[in-house]
T-cell receptor, first 118, second 115 residues
Framework: GAGVSQSPRYKVAKRGQDVALRCDPI?????LFWYQQALGQGPEFLTY????????KSGLPSDRFFAERPEGSVSTLKIQRTQQEDSAVYLC????????????????FGPGTRLLVL | AQKVTQAQTEISVVEKEDVTLDCVYE???????LFWYKQPPSGELVFLIR??????QNEISGRYSWNFQKSTSSFNFTITASQVVDSAVYFC????????????FGKGTRLSVIA
């Protein structure tokens, strides 16, 4: 079946521009995560959705970052007034389960969007 | 706080050699999950294994094997008879067990397998 897809794969933005990054999770997956991966580093958590509810946004680096998942499937990560330090790969992951209860479902990742802010 | 350390930044081996990638983790939780992911040049993180802290049995899958030692907080990954296609960045990750929670990743180990 289809995996997690992300678009665009590459985005070049001028400093100060707004960008929107899209994530299509695996069909039926309840949970959706966004991570930011700087060059040469491991992914770092940004935010988490269970269906349409944003349950954790503790990793968003500033109020310029905003994420939504209005219908509980596709998610968009928006970055306003981009800065050079926003340059990174933005990874989306989805997992099957949505409820807590002692089970950490495996997260499946998309190919990422590589953002370069000039 | 949770932390994952992958001390090896880069490793180069010649094809058919065995190679072990180290992972050491820190957590205050008594139960938790550990993961390994592979990131080829295409950029997508490919899931390799999930292990919960209850199960300390080592696991083998083809040329891949994992050695989990709770006493030393390590979850090492060995590739036997390495191949050029194994060249990638490998990440170890940790999560708590309370439900769907974010993964905490190490910085990764870049493995280059030379023909």
């Amino acid at each position: 079946g289809a995996g997690v897809s992300q678009s665009p794969r590459y985005k070049v933005a001028k400093r100060g521009q707004d960008v929107a990054l899209r994530c299509d999770p695996i069909s039926g997956h309840v949970s959706l995560f966004w991570y930011q991966q700087a060059l040469g580093q491991g992914p770092e958590f940004l935010t988490y959705f269970q269906n349409e509810a944003q349950l954790d946004k503790s990793g968003l680096p500033s109020d310029r970052f905003f994420a939504e998942r209005p219908e509980g499937s596709v998610s968009t990560l928006k970055i306003q007034r981009t800065q050079q330090e926003d340059s990174a790969v933005y990874l989306c992951a989805s997992s099957l389960a949505g409820t807590s209860g002692g089970v950490q479902e495996t997260q499946y990742f998309g190919p990422g969007t590589r953002l370069l802010v000039l | 706080a949770q932390k994952v350390t992958q001390a090896q930044t880069e490793i180069s081996v010649v094809e058919k050699e065995d190679v072990t990638l180290d992972c050491v983790y820190e957590t205050r939780d008594t139960t938790y999950y550990l993961f390994w992911y592979k990131q080829p040049p295409s950029g997508e993180l490919v899931f390799l294994i999930r292990r919960n802290s209850f199960d300390e049995q080592n696991e083998i899958s083809g040329r891949y094997s994992w050695n989990f030692q709770k006493s030393t907080s390590s979850f090492n990954f060995t590739i036997t008879a390495s191949q050029v296609v194994d060249s990638a960045v490998y990440f170890c990750a940790l999560s708590d067990i309370s439900g769907n929670t974010p993964l905490v990743f190490g910085k990764g180990t870049r493995l280059s397998v030379i023909a």
